[in-house]
């Protein structure tokens, strides 16, 4: 008989968490195992303009004007745990990152495919029309599991990361798409040296223009409930609180590396 702890899912966060914070919080917990949960899926809108740099990014010879360029445009820099690429993204986003503890575990912990066709049911429900599951040509972070609609703009990603214990499924939901996001998806693409289909940038409020970011989360997180069998919970006070710690950390010229923070101060 398993012995981890029963799975939760989580909506929202405190008040007042940068960037750093909130993406550090699922690097502390997958290095934690999911604190032992069998599933901890925390779905959130986040508080402030972010560029979502991947360690891929940073092989890039413009990775130094790519951070300059996003602080001057008001985002925080910040190198997130998953793989993928960048990613841009400010409070009309929903972002899930779904945990798992998986002692010993090797490879991908989640199917892409299911969860894209999940992620499609959900919108369907709220509806948006003529979903598809797969790469628009050209779209930013590309990846042949996004969720694009009628083949022409991209409104999901996901990326995954795997540690010795646990693992970590992050998908992020554009909703309402402002125009400092496009800009700024623009012009981290020109400074990483990334093609870029400026017309595959788009949110759900482009053929839904009423739908709000705090009733997509909702749907969100009631698809992961009933899915995956989850009780309601809230994020560890002590989890929360270690997180905050990396806003500490001296500036540097490049993106704030969310890993090796969390390898140099793991959870007590």
């Known amino acids: 008989m ?7 899912v ?19 917990l997958v290095r934690a195992g999911a604190l032992g949960h069998r ?10 303009p972010t560029v979502a740099f991947s360690t891929r990014d940073l092989r890039s010879p413009g990775i130094g004007v790519a951070t300059r360029v996003a602080r001057e445009a008001g985002f925080a820099a910040v190198t997130r745990s998953p ?15 779904h945990l798992r503890a998986l002692p010993g575990t090797t490879g991908r912990m989640s199917d892409f495919a299911e969860n894209a066709r999940a992620h499609v049911e959900v919108l369907r429900a ?19 599991f996004s969720v694009n609609v009628g083949g022409a703009f991209k409104v999901i990603g996901s990326a995954e990361r795997i540690t010795a214990r646990g693992a970590l499924f992050s998908t992020v939901v554009q909703v309402r798409m402002s125009d400092a ?18 017309g595959s940038i788009a949110g759900l409020t482009d053929v839904v223009p009423g739908l709000e970011p705090d009733a997509v989360a909702t749907a969100f997180a009631a698809d992961y409930r009933s899915r995956l069998h989850l009780d309601d919970g809230v994020l560890p006070e002590p989890v929360v609180t270690h997180a905050r710690a990396a806003e500490t950390t001296p500036a540097t010229d490049g993106p704030f590396h ?4 969390t390898r140099a101060h793991p959870l007590p």
């Open 2 to 8: 398993s012995s981890a702890r029963p799975g939760i």
């Open 10 to 28: 989580i909506v929202g966060a405190p008040d007042g968490l940068s960037p750093i914070t909130e993406l550090t919080i699922p690097a502390t």
């Open 39 to 48: 599933d901890l899926v925390h779905v959130y809108r986040p508080q402030a």
């Open 83 to 97: 793989g993928g690429r960048m990613v841009a993204y400010d409070d009309g986003a929903v972002v899930i990152d």
């Open 126 to 144: 709220l509806g948006v029309s003529d979903l598809r599951v797969g790469e628009v040509e050209g779209e930013y972070c590309p990846g042949e």
């Open 181 to 198: 996001v496009r800009d700024v998806l623009g012009n981290m693409s020109s400074a990483l040296g990334y093609p870029l289909n400026t």
């Open 258 to 261: 969310v890993d090796d923070w």
